[in-house]
């Protein structure tokens, strides 16, 4: 079986979609897909953090998140809550940085732990990586 990890580095939304559109499209396909949430990337996973995401550009304020939700919506493309899901429910791997939560003063609280597999630090990440048959950063 093929494996992949994807380190999501960034908290913007078209990055976070990136991530779980391509890591389902794998999961899909047969594949075990691990995504690892650290730094900013950590913002999708807390509460309302992927509702509340920005673009990486041109998102004015929020106006361009709105804009790009809606384009979306009309072209039936799921929101990032429901990618999110659908990753879960394919047997995606969810794993939040531990020492990027210490860093930011970070709470599993904090987080959406529904959708966290595992809290690990690099050494987790690295496991995961050496198993894989390749790796994205995002």
């Not at 991530?19 to 999961?27: D, E, H, R, S, W």
């Not at 992927?50 to 041109?58: G, I, R, T, V, Y």
Request: include cysteine; charged fraction near 25%; aromatic fraction near 8%.
């Amino acid at each position: 079986m093929q494996k992949m990890t994807v380190v999501v580095h960034s908290g913007e939304l078209d990055k976070i979609m990136s991530a779980l559109i391509i890591g389902n499209g794998f999961l899909a396909m047969g594949g075990e897909v691990t995504l690892f949430f650290t730094f900013w990337g950590l913002r999708g996973l807390m509460k309302g953090g992927l509702k509340k995401a920005p673009l990486s550009k041109m998102n004015w304020g929020g106006i361009g998140s709105w804009m790009m939700r809606r384009k979306m919506k009309q072209k039936k493309v799921a929101p990032a809550e429901r990618l999110m899901e659908d990753f879960r429910e394919l047997g995606g791997r969810v794993v939040a940085c531990e020492m990027t939560m210490e860093i930011m003063g970070l709470s599993r609280e904090k987080l959406r732990g529904e959708w966290i597999d595992d809290y690990g630090t690099v050494g987790v990440y690295v496991q995961e990586t050496l198993k894989a048959d390749r790796t994205l950063f995002i």
